[in-house]
């Protein structure tokens, strides 16, 4: 009979250990699964908040730049040292846009 309760205790040692084991590895995945997720959603948050068009001062001229780009893809006419203290302090900073019709009428206004 001695035998058979060490048999019992053993099967149900061994039965919780893997029960336990299971459920730290499902923890451990939904965790890894959960960061993923979590980083992917920032990721896309800071794409969204960043401007597609900016217009700052760029090497002496007020530049267009597009999401993403160290380059300007075009430049302003106006000249940044005719501009108020007030724009050329925005223009340092960055001025962002977020659509085509936004842009270009900062920019008739900007030039006229």
Known sequence: MEMRFDRRIYFT???????AGFIV???LGQTVHSHKVETRL???ADEEREPLY???EYEGRIGVFCR????PFRYAQADPGLLPEYDREQLREGIGFDNEEEL?????????
């Not at 040692?13 to 029960?19: E, G, K, M, Q, R």
């Not at 993403?68 to 380059?71: I, K, L, P, V």
């Not at 270009?104 to 006229?112: F, G, H, K, T």
């Open 104 to 112: 270009r009428a900062y920019l008739e206004d900007m030039e006229s």
């Open 25 to 27: 590895i499902c923890t």
């Open 54 to 56: 900016t217009v700052r």
């Open 13 to 19: 040692l061994v039965s919780a250990v893997t029960a």
């Open 42 to 44: 920032a990721a896309a």
């Open 68 to 71: 993403g780009n160290a380059q």
